[in-house]
């Protein structure tokens, strides 16, 4: 079945060290978002790559940075985390085009742990 | 700036009885609406999406939302709850663009009593 991957399912990492969290996508779709959701709140988007134009969210910390090799797979790397970086990680994708009905799907989520 | 307001972060109903979760949107323009189901430490699933091709809008697992303009609601509703239905659920709006960016509720879980 065509889905998102996301791995790990849960990351633990000591407080600045960096980490890399991964999303792949047999779907084809051109566009993978990432959401940062704490907990007991809604997802917050980070920034989304259209094909291969990368959009930043205003208030994205620069800590935050997103890589796109190929059409399959997007990375969040965390430069230097903190324990309010703690939260579950969803990657999405959609189709994309000129329609705002463009269904998002998710993955399962990373939670991400800070020590 | 479009946005949704979830009424009641926490909702109970017992096995069987109507679900009712609340959703009220702001847009200034027609909105695109939609209502996403998440299950403890899983990711968002689309439950059902209103694209302005019919007000009453059916979904997966007899969900079902009506779009009332006259009430800018997009309430989600099920006949009968089951246990399996104890979940936390979002309701979402897009902005206009080439791509779909959403802005969630801030959700509502929802606890199915035996």
């Known amino acids: 079945d065509a889905m998102v991957i996301q791995n790990p399912r849960y990351q633990v990492t000591q407080f600045g060290k960096p980490v890399t969290l991964s999303c792949s996508q047999t779907?084809?779709?051109?566009?993978m978002y990432w959401y940062q959701q704490k907990s007991s709140q809604a997802p917050k988007l980070l920034f989304h790559?259209?094909?291969?134009?990368?959009?930043n969210e205003a208030d994205t910390p620069d800590n935050f940075q997103s890589r796109r090799p190929n059409t399959s797979f997007c990375f969040l790397d965390i430069r230097s985390p903190g324990l309010g970086d703690a939260a579950m990680y969803l990657c999405?994708?959609?189709?994309?085009?000129?329609?705002?009905?463009?269904?998002?799907?998710f993955g399962p989520g990373t939670r991400l742990t800070v020590l | 700036a479009q946005s949704v307001t979830q009424l009641g972060s926490h909702v109970s109903v017992s096995e069987g009885a109507l679900v009712l979760l609340r959703c009220n949107y702001s847009?200034?323009?027609?909105?695109?609406l939609f209502w996403y189901v998440q299950y403890p430490n899983q990711g968002l699933q689309l439950l059902l999406k209103?694209?302005?091709?019919?007000?009453l809008v059916k979904g997966i697992n007899d969900f079902e939302a009506e779009f009332k303009k006259s009430e800018t609601s997009f309430h989600l509703t099920k006949p009968s709850a089951h246990m399996s239905d104890a979940a936390e659920y979002f309701c979402?709006?897009?902005?206009?663009?080439?791509?779909?960016?959403?802005?969630f509720g801030t959700g509502t879980k929802l606890q199915v009593i035996p």
């Open positions: 209103y694209t302005s091709a019919a007000t």
């Open positions: 999405a994708t959609s189709r994309g085009g000129g329609t705002s009905t463009d269904t998002q799907y």
């Open positions: 847009s200034s323009v027609p909105p695109y």
């Open positions: 779907l084809n779709h051109n566009v």
């Open positions: 790559y259209y094909d291969k134009d990368f959009n």
């Open positions: 979402a709006v897009t902005s206009s663009g080439g791509y779909q960016k959403v802005t």
